[in-house]
């Protein structure tokens, strides 16, 4: 196949393109930016699961706080009502010796049950303080989180548009190459990543590979307008500077 040297020309260009736009995509897969919304998208989930234990060990300690003021009500009416039987004089000597040591039960009890009380309120305290810290730290991961969400989507909608500036230049150079060219390009491109390199010297710029003597040879020897290919890679070899041996 042959190429006029203006084709070739185009042809690196048109290589050229191609390095930048596969530089950009690996650009944006692989984004600082991004990394940093996923990091702290991390911490942000991670203070929501914080969170969500806490509401849940506070439901827990709220009813055993419900269940104990209700035990604690219920030894003080016995209370009540024992006392009122003893101010009413009118039980008998066993019967008073019976509420007296009833009321010294109730009594341990009401402690025992305000000791325990006095626990779990403690620990609804802690919990409590527990849920304002990491609900404050939510907020300032949801301000990290926003920021860091616009920060990508600058830095992506930047890599659009350089992508979309290369591609123009691309599809304007690829309508001005001979067809045939142009599918051995693209061919070649699709199979290695490379469609087309600069001689360098005696190494290919595609496959970074160095020719022989003989290839070099073999090479220089070929018209300026016959389309050459790297015996290693097939990338078509582009002679615009010349080929030293």
Same mark, same amino acid.
């Given at each position: 196949?042959?190429?006029?040297?203006?084709?070739?020309?185009?042809?690196?260009?048109?290589?050229?393109?191609?390095? #930048?736009?596969?530089?950009?995509?690996?650009?944006? $897969?692989?984004? @600082?930016?991004?990394?940093?919304?996923?990091?702290?998208?991390?911490?942000?989930?991670?203070?929501?699961?914080?969170?969500?234990?806490?509401?849940?060990?506070?439901?827990?300690?709220? %009813?055993?706080?419900?269940?104990?003021?209700?035990?604690?009500?219920?030894?003080?009416?016995?209370?009540?009502?024992?006392?009122?039987?003893?101010?009413?004089?009118?039980?008998? @000597?066993?019967?008073?010796?019976?509420?007296?040591?009833?009321?010294?039960?109730?009594?341990?009890?009401?402690?025992?049950?305000?000791?325990?009380?006095? #626990?779990?309120?403690?620990?609804?305290?802690?919990?409590?303080?527990?849920?304002?810290?990491?609900? %404050?730290?939510?907020?300032?991961?949801?301000?990290?989180?926003?920021?860091?969400?616009?920060?990508?989507?600058?830095?992506?909608? #930047?890599?659009?548009?350089?992508?979309?500036?290369?591609?123009?230049?691309?599809?304007?150079?690829? %309508?001005?190459?001979?067809?045939?060219?142009?599918?051995?390009?693209?061919?070649? *491109? $699709?199979?290695?990543?490379?469609?087309?390199?600069?001689?360098?010297?005696? *190494?290919?710029?595609?496959?970074?590979?160095?020719?022989?003597?003989?290839?070099?040879?073999?090479?220089? $020897?070929? @018209?300026?307008?016959?389309?050459?290919?790297? @015996?290693?890679?097939?990338?078509?070899?582009?002679?615009?500077?010349?080929?030293?041996?």
């Amino acid at each position: 196949m042959k190429a006029e040297l203006a084709q070739q020309r185009s042809l690196l260009e048109l290589a050229e393109l191609d390095a #930048e736009l596969a530089r950009l995509a690996h650009r944006a $897969a692989n984004l @600082p930016e991004q990394q940093t919304f996923e990091t702290v998208q991390t911490d942000h989930r991670e203070v929501g699961d914080r969170l969500a234990a806490l509401a849940i060990a506070l439901e827990d300690v709220d %009813a055993q706080v419900a269940r104990f003021e209700t035990e604690i009500d219920g030894v003080r009416q016995r209370e009540d009502r024992d006392r009122k039987l003893l101010d009413s004089g009118t039980v008998s @000597p066993k019967q008073l010796e019976e509420l007296q040591h009833e009321l010294e039960t109730l009594e341990r009890r009401q402690a025992s049950l305000e000791d325990s009380l006095l #626990e779990v309120m403690e620990r609804v305290e802690q919990l409590t303080s527990d849920q304002s810290v990491e609900r %404050a730290k939510a907020e300032a991961l949801q301000a990290d989180l926003t920021t860091a969400g616009h920060n990508r989507d600058e830095a992506l909608e #930047e890599i659009e548009k350089q992508r979309g500036q290369r591609t123009a230049q691309r599809d304007g150079i690829l %309508a001005g190459l001979d067809a045939g060219l142009a599918q051995l390009y693209e061919r070649q *491109r $699709a199979a290695s990543g490379v469609g087309a390199a600069r001689l360098l010297g005696r *190494r290919c710029g595609a496959c970074r590979i160095e020719l022989d003597r003989g290839e070099l040879a073999r090479i220089s $020897a070929t @018209p300026e307008d016959e389309v050459v290919r790297c @015996p290693e890679c097939q990338a078509i070899l582009l002679r615009l500077g010349g080929a030293s041996s």
